[in-house]
């Protein structure tokens, strides 16, 4: 029990984490019913255009308190600007194409940007190392935490700050709710749908972006891989709060960051469970979760918010 706030934190970081990701594929579903596979290395990208930012492009010994609100900008533009394209040129053309076209030209995308990393980033075959904020680690009684997790600990709620005042206050967020709701009559109204469309897309890029920026900080390293799992990972916290539901897919990924560091943690202390207390457990443990949520709540915790279109 004296863990457990330590467990607590690492899973509420883990979490913010998996519901900066998670966003992007909640908005573009509630806009278009598209399950966007590629997002997960969205998220990949924007973590090796930070990298890119830093290795080749700021002068050797840059400080990182410089360096990194550069890094964080190189890295929004690099993810913005593949998730724009992959927008304009992969899904637009199938907007009204059976709901399997997309779906599968997301998984061809996700694999081909993949392999576009592995193919031309330099020693891209290996993990590569990361920058790191020097300083640290904090300790605030049983808990500690490390500085790259301070990062997390300012991007997430900021973030969820600016979606949360940008779709409510601004006229281009109500007209994101209102495509989301309803497109054939939003346009009929004047909105055009094609800029929300783009617009989800850069947005939930630009938060990708940033918890890339985020788990390089964290773990100190970053591969071509990484947004595989840890997309499937955001998707699963986009069901838990409610597909559609954008404040749903943040509540939903602290949900799972928890639930699966709690499971990491404690599995292995039962009588007979060791072997599933183990770090490649965690995987399971979180796909075991949205199976029951599906099961006794198919709604997610919050409820969805996606417009019936048959």
Known sequence: MNELPQQLVNGLLLGSMYGLVAIGYTMVYGI????NFAHGEIFMTGAFGALTVY???LPDGTSMWIALPLMLIGGILVAVLVAVGAERFAYR???NAPRLAPLITAIGLSLALQQAVWAWYPDAK???TFPQIGGGPFHIGNVTIQTGDIF???AAPVSMAFLAYFVMRTRTGRGMQATAQDPDTAK???VNTDRIIVIAFALGAAFAAVGGVA???KYGQIDFRMGFILGLKAFTAAVLGGIGNIYGAMIGGVVLGIAETLATAYIADLPGMEKFGTQSWADVWAFVL???VLLFRPQGLLGERVADRA
């Not at 278009?32 to 399950?35: E, G, K, P, R």
């Open 32 to 35: 278009v019913q598209l399950i």
């Open 55 to 57: 290795a080749y492009v």
């Open 93 to 95: 053309p199938l907007r």
């Open 126 to 128: 290996s993990a590569r």
């Open 152 to 154: 997390l600990l300012i």
């Open 188 to 190: 009929l109204m004047g």
């Open 215 to 217: 788990d390089g900080l």
């Open 290 to 292: 949205l199976i029951l």
